[in-house]
């Protein structure tokens, strides 16, 4: 569940994942517009629900592992 403003999402882009601890620095939601428009759909994905895209790619699946019951 978000809170405190939050939505929830994590969003990664990159080819490499990084072990650095300020890899998910949370942007407000206004700075995806120039930073991410293309993620802007998705965002309105129920809980529990994952997606990857890249040009010309989509993906968009159902993920129970991600709710804490």
């Given at each position: 569940m978000a809170d405190h403003g939050t939505t929830?999402?994590?969003i990664?882009?990159?080819e490499t994942f990084?072990?650095?601890p300020d890899l998910f620095v949370p942007p407000h939601a206004e700075h995806l517009k120039q930073w991410a428009p293309m993620?802007?759909?998705y965002l309105a994905l129920p809980t529990g629900w994952r997606?990857?895209?890249a040009e010309g790619y989509e993906?968009?699946?159902?993920?129970?592992s991600l709710i804490a019951y």
């Open positions: 929830g999402w994590f990664w882009a990159g990084s072990q650095d993620v802007l759909p997606f990857l895209i993906d968009v699946w159902d993920d129970p």
